[in-house]
């Protein structure tokens, strides 16, 4: 019989006025700001963020640490295979120095991006652009 999968639960709440909030209690995300924090915004805050922590979690396991920054950016339109708007063309630049550096830093790297599951999620694959100092 395999062995089941590790499974992680998140939830967020949103009050009258759309202020986010999480339930580990972290700060408020606000919702009356739509015009400059839209839905679209966040998901690529979280690709960019979740990309980074993965990066992290790898490194740690190598005993390298990492220091970084990034940014995300994306087009919403219609698919061509359904006619739904969505994320059809995402790309994700990251900064990044490593201390010490790691013995193999391509396969960190693409750690990074294959263990990133709100990249994995998104139906258009992101495109990954490294700058390593």
Known sequence: MPAEAKSFDYAVSLDETWDARSDR????IPGADEASWTPEHLVLAGL???TLT???YHARRENVTVTASGEASG???RREEDGRF??????A???VRFEPTPADRAAL???AERDCFVGASLTAPPRYVWNVA
Not at 25 to 28: A, H, N, T
Not at 86 to 91: G, K, M, N, P, R
């Open 109 to 111: 790297l693409e750690k």
């Open 54 to 56: 993965s990066l992290r």
């Open 25 to 28: 209690g972290g700060g408020v």
């Open 93 to 95: 630049r990251f900064d």
């Open 75 to 77: 087009t919403v339109t």
């Open 48 to 50: 960019a963020r979740c």
């Open 86 to 91: 969505a994320f059809v063309d995402l790309e």
